[in-house]
């Protein structure tokens, strides 16, 4: 393609006319109006294409399912119309506890998980001992089966009696949730900090700011913005898991569901309760996806991140 001056001394474009745009009056090439009718076409083709293979699987699926010799039986008792509006109202009103679980143990998460991923950043033998502590506390936290975890501490704090200390299986379970989820946070923030090159921080100690100043306005932006994405499916993980405080005896989504099934013996509250939960994580997934794929276009296309 060649560039060529007009009477007035605008730039056109000659050729195939790739360069959209080139000037007033712009007509597209021959060429370039087959390439995006093709373009579409072969967009139409692969959206029915996708489209039929997910209906002919979804056909499939459903026939190897409803003529399993066990299904009749299966349908009663996790599919249940009946137990599914009485569970489905119960289940709403206890999904309310996870939903502030998460907000604020998402809170406290991030601000210990950040305090423990700077302790062990710190430079230098006089922090020596807080970076062994704070790699004991993230080797313990992440080895520790979550269940485990809110065992010890909603059944065991409150066999120890002590004075001035919950004894509330909402906020213990609450406390186990952050204590765990804490420590697999630190490591996001660990890595993101330690992705930041040596040179922003000697720069900024350059430009006269303290080693305080050079973490708080240099590294720790750079750091916290790269790690969104896994930032956000920890949190994913944290709002499903919010269920299990149910094991202390909180009456949130999973409990008002099982109440129901142990008077009952229906188990479709259970199904009510796992969609209620799918329907929560559902948008948070997307938005971590959308986020993810932001971040790695503006990487791709040199921008900061």
């Not at 289940?91 to 700077?118: D, H, K, Q, T």
């Not at 109440?259 to 948008?283: E, K």
């Amino acid at each position: 393609m060649t560039v060529t001056k007009d009477e007035s001394g605008r730039e056109g474009a000659d050729g195939d006319g790739d360069m959209p745009g080139g000037g007033d009056g712009y007509v597209p090439s021959q060429r370039r109006i087959e390439r995006e009718r093709h373009k579409r076409t072969r967009t139409r083709r692969a959206t029915a294409i996708a489209a039929l293979s997910t209906l002919v699987t979804g056909v499939v699926l459903y026939l190897v399912v409803v003529n399993a010799p066990g299904w009749p039986r299966t349908k009663e008792t996790f599919f249940n119309g009946q137990y599914a509006r009485e569970a489905f109202p119960k289940v709403l009103e206890g999904l309310w506890l996870n939903v502030r679980l998460l907000l604020i143990c998402g809170v406290a998460v991030l601000i210990l998980g950040m305090l423990i991923a700077i302790a062990r950043t710190l430079r230098g033998p006089v922090f020596f001992p807080l970076r062994v502590l704070a790699a004991a506390y993230t080797d313990f936290f992440r080895g520790l089966p979550l269940i485990i975890n809110l065992m010890i501490v909603v059944l065991g704090v409150p066999a120890l009696r002590l004075q001035g200390v919950t004894v509330d299986p909402v906020w213990l379970g609450g406390t186990a949730l952050t204590l765990t989820y804490s420590a697999y946070v630190a490591e996001v923030f660990r890595a993101g900090i330690e992705s930041v090159h040596p040179s922003q921080r000697a720069a900024a100690r350059s430009l006269g700011l303290t080693n305080r100043q050079a973490l708080r306005h240099v590294v720790l932006p750079q750091a916290v913005r790269r790690q969104v994405p896994p930032l956000l499916n920890d949190l994913v993980s944290l709002q499903k898991d919010t269920g299990l405080v149910s094991i202390g005896g909180a009456i949130d989504a999973v409990r008002a569901a099982d109440i129901i099934v142990g008077r009952s013996l229906n188990y479709t509250p259970y199904i009510v309760a796992g969609l209620v939960f799918v329907a929560l994580t559902i948008p948070m997934t997307r938005f971590t996806d959308w986020v993810t794929a932001r971040m790695d276009r503006r990487r791709a296309q040199g921008g900061s991140i």
